[in-house]
Nanobody, 119 residues
Framework: QVQLVESGGGLVQAGGSLRLSCVVSGGTFSSHRMGWVRQAPGKEREFVASIRWTAGITSSVVSVKGRFTISRDNAKNTVYLQMYSLKPEDTAVYYC????????????WGQGTQVTVSS
């Protein structure tokens, strides 16, 4: 059974930094697409960033380019989202997500971790 467990959220002032972690278990993920999706209050879920586990190819939404970096640690089965220069509009619940092997769509989800950026 695939499990994704996020941690690292919290309250930070604008301009600050946070690193989110997502520990993945229940299988091997070398052929999966991993990512982070966020949902702000009253808004739809928004793609933030993704990474192909083995190839390390990354992608991110324009609004976070240059501020957020997605990475993974194979030995720890963990995906990270390093966030710098946080803005109040980054406030959201951040979800870790995974696709099936060799596919694109996210079908596995973590429980989410709250990130709040104060102005």
């Amino acid at each position: 059974q695939v499990q994704l467990v996020e941690s690292g959220g919290g309250l930070v002032q604008a301009g600050g930094s946070l690193r989110l972690s997502c520990v993945v278990s229940g299988g091997t993920f070398s052929s999966h697409r991993m990512g982070w999706v966020r949902q702000a209050p009253g808004k739809e879920r928004e793609f933030v960033a993704s990474i192909r586990w083995t190839a390390g190819i990354t992608s991110s939404v324009v609004s976070v380019k240059g501020r957020f970096t997605i990475s993974r640690d194979n030995a720890k089965n963990t995906v990270y989202l390093q966030m710098y220069s946080l803005k109040p509009e980054d406030t959201a619940v951040y979800y870790c997500a995974a696709s099936r092997a060799y596919t694109y769509d996210f079908i596995y989800w973590g429980q989410g971790t709250q990130v709040t950026v104060s102005s």
